[in-house]
């Protein structure tokens, strides 16, 4: 993929953001995702701030390169790393969560594209309030 | 009679001067260290082209192993990249360490698709699999459990595995355990002391 297109693809994630109505006092920090090859599982990390008044629950998420996606966290328990799903994450106001390699993360399964570095992709965070929150992730190896 | 008393205190202040220095020389890690050292048991598992890798005949270099799988998304491709730049850091030295990642989840987990899986990280990453017995019979020597989590598909199940990474230095000993997370140039510093 050449510059010119992924700057566009970032673009167009910025533009959708706004059209959604993309919660400013929730707008994620730092997205990345891990390169795959087709089919395989990989994982997308970002933070998500609550500057609301109230908790903030994020509910569900879907990626497009993906055929699913879930919140999962990896536990650490006697040197043995288990992966944990989670159906919500819930932000207290002020509080932030982080989705970080080796603990929370959206797990996603079967990607559809080979994803390389550099490439972008949107993940889309439905919250408890009922809002997407749209996140451009850069690809990293 | 003085002198002999002499003499001796000059023994005790030399001996101890000794293990002081001894004891300073001794490098320290950062990774678990286990004492005594045992013999890293066997790693009888196929590498891409189908051939047994021979753990044995690695000796004269540090090998690294780490027990994952190939759906996994999160430790396992971590601990893969904080290896690539412990390799970076290790620069030339790097010639002398082997970077092994076993497959534990023989259903999925063939040799060729263990070792694109590690190798897409850094080329110079191995990645071994095996039939079931075959892997089961391996974790079982280095007294590693495994299990298929609760929940998921037959295709997309998530595999609990070890998460620290396992040292073996030039003799073929298991030397360390080095937990999950240690940065890269931690991870490099107990190689090049091993080296």
């Known amino acids: ?141 | 009679m003085r002198s002999r008393v002499r003499w001796r205190a000059a023994s005790l202040v030399c001996a101890s001067a000794c293990v002081v220095a001894l004891v300073a020389c001794r490098p320290t890690f950062h990774g678990v260290v286990l004492e005594p050292p045992g013999p890293a048991p066997p790693l009888a598992l196929a590498d891409s082209t189908g051939a047994t890798f021979d753990l044995a005949a690695q000796r004269g270099k540090v090998v690294l192993v780490f027990f994952g799988y190939t759906h996994c998304p999160d430790v396992c491709p971590t601990t893969l990249a904080d290896w690539r730049k412990a390799k970076a850091l290790l620069g030339a030295d790097a010639r002398d360490v082997r970077w092994i990642f076993v497959g534990v989840d023989a259903e999925r987990d063939t040799p060729l698709a263990t070792h694109r899986y590690a190798a897409r990280i850094d080329p110079a990453f191995t990645g071994l699999g095996g039939t079931p017995a075959a892997v089961q019979a391996t974790l079982a020597q280095w007294k590693i459990g495994v299990f298929r989590d609760a929940g998921g598909s037959d295709a997309a199940y998530t595999v609990s595995h070890p998460s620290a990474v396992y040292v073996i230095d030039r003799e073929g000993r298991h030397r360390l355990l080095q937990r999950s997370g240690l940065p890269p140039a931690e991870v490099a510093e107990d190689i090049r002391n091993l080296l």
């Not at chain 1, 090859?37 to 390169?65: I, Q």
């Not at chain 1, 797990?107 to 594209?113: A, D, E, I, N, S």
Request: one cysteine or more.
């Open chain 1, 1 to 141: 993929m050449d510059q010119s297109s992924r700057v566009a693809r970032v673009s167009l994630a910025a533009i959708l953001a706004v059209a959604c109505g993309t919660a400013q006092d929730a707008a994620p920090a730092g997205p990345w995702m891990r390169a795959g090859e087709v089919g395989a599982m990989t994982a997308a990390y970002f933070t998500v701030p609550n500057a609301g008044p109230d908790t903030l629950r994020l509910v569900a998420v879907e990626v497009d390169a993906a055929e699913r996606a879930s919140f999962h966290e990896t536990r650490d328990s006697a040197g043995t790393a288990r992966m944990v799903p989670r159906d919500t994450i819930a932000i207290a106001p002020g509080d932030s969560a982080v989705l970080a390699p080796r603990g929370l993360h959206v797990m996603v399964h079967g990607l559809r594209v080979k994803l390389v570095a550099g490439d972008t992709v949107v993940v889309r965070v439905l919250s408890s309030r009922r809002d997407t929150i749209l996140v451009s992730t850069l690809v990293h190896e």
